[in-house]
């Protein structure tokens, strides 16, 4: 189910992230400052949040990484000095060769550790260096630690909801708000406490856990049983395996093209099945069906994984499958049955998280997408950077 990668150095893959990226304002400020011989006096500007996020009492500051990764390669190119000679018409050429030399090697950083809870008002980073350039600076490291800091404690505060046991997968790479969003998403809900991505990108760059289940599309795609019947493993039949079990218990009138589907994505991943079980009757046919396929893995050798709950009352679905789960293991002397990790999604937030300890479940992981990595509850941090020193 799940598989590591490893991170790729230090390396930042933020799209468009360059010099240039700034708001307009900073330049004409900028070149205000060369001209009145102020652009290299000393500023110092600190980098704080006036409020907690979510309604809470802390945040969990983050980006500080990508910060430093920016820093280090601030410059301008050739090209965004001719593009800003075309737009800014400023009329002294001086500047323009200045913005040749620009760089970050004179601005010092002083932060909080990354992953650290930080409180309202407090300096989560002071920034100190030539003016022009850390004026520049705010609107980039504003982007780098805003949202960063946002989804990490959005994770937070799902992991404190869904309690320390649970295992909790970020699914939100299709709702995210284009891929740099779905990316930081990725790495900063891992910071706040999940425990894997479906985001294989994600994976690959930062070394996250990938996991995933299948969708609905796959089961419907199958059309018959008959489509799976030459599954074998081991030199065994996994296919009629499967239907001995399935006529054992008594699973007859369960979905065919369903099962057909269970047993194929076995047969090519007997190690990591991991099936949907809600497509057509979670109860009376996708638990049966993942139940029989899984019996005949154990049979032949292998160990399922386990199965996703995607719709209705998740606390009591969840419930109704472990006991049945538990009274086949048992009938069938087969006790790894009764642990499969039961996994939900759909829509699930920090109030769903919270309504299903209340209520009591059976859910072992929770898949969680929309509503962590845009951030429904409170789409912005509203991180401010404020100049509070200046050496002349």
């Known amino acids: ?10 390396v930042s893959y933020r799209i468009g992230l360059n010099g240039l990226m700034t708001d307009m304002y900073q330049i004409r400020m900028a070149y205000t400052y060369f001209k009145t011989g102020k652009h290299t006096d000393r500023g110092i500007f600190e980098a704080f949040f006036r409020k907690a ?4 009492e802390f945040t969990i500051f983050c980006g500080l990484r990508e910060v430093l990764l920016f820093l280090e390669n601030f410059r301008l190119e050739d090209s965004h000095i001719e593009y800003l000679r075309k737009t800014m018409k400023f009329e002294d050429e001086e500047f323009y060769k200045w913005l040749k030399t620009i760089n970050a090697k004179e601005v ?3 932060a909080i ?37 946002l989804v990490a404690t959005n994770a937070a505060r799902m992991r404190k909801a869904a309690g320390p046991t649970k295992s909790l997968m970020e699914f939100g790479l299709r709702r995210a708000q284009g891929p740099d969003g ?6 900063y809900s891992y910071v706040g406490g999940f425990d894997s991505t479906s985001n294989v990108f994600g994976g690959f760059a930062y070394g ?12 419907t795609s199958f059309q018959s049983l008959e489509s799976a019947k030459d599954a074998t493993l081991n030199g065994k039949s996994l296919y009629e395996t499967t239907l001995k079990y399935r006529e054992l218990l008594g699973y007859t009138k369960t979905n065919d093209s369903e099962l057909g589907a269970f047993i194929a994505y076995a047969w090519q991943n007997p190690n990591s099945f991991f099936g949907l079980v809600d497509t057509y009757d979670t ?16 049979e032949l050798g292998y160990k399922p994984v386990g199965f996703r ?6 606390a009591v679905i969840s419930v109704q499958s472990r006991e049945l789960l538990r009274q086949v293991a048992e009938k069938q002397n087969v006790p790894g049955l009764a642990k499969i990790i039961i996994s939900a999604s759909n829509d699930i937030n920090e109030a769903a998280l919270l309504e299903l300890q209340q209520k009591g479940h059976e859910i072992d992981s929770f898949g969680i997408g929309t509503n962590l990595v845009t951030c429904q509850k409170q789409p912005a941090l509203g991180m401010v950077y404020k100049l509070s020193l200046i050496h002349i």
């Open 1 to 10: 189910m799940e598989e590591s990668a490893t991170v790729h150095g230090d």
């Open 108 to 110: 010092k950083v002083y």
């Open 208 to 219: 996250i856990p990938v996991v995933g289940t299948m969708a609905h599309a796959y089961v």
């Open 53 to 56: 996020p979510f309604g809470g």
């Open 113 to 149: 550790q990354e992953g650290s809870l930080v409180f309202p008002r407090v300096p989560v980073m002071i920034v100190e260096g030539p003016l022009a350039i850390v004026q520049w600076l705010e609107t980039p490291i504003l982007n780098l630690i805003n949202f960063a800091s």
């Open 309 to 314: 709950l995607d719709s209705g009352d998740l």
């Open 283 to 298: 109860l009376k046919s996708g638990v049966p069906n993942f139940i029989v396929v899984s019996l005949a893995l154990f």
């Open 182 to 187: 779905a990316l930081t998403a990725t790495q």
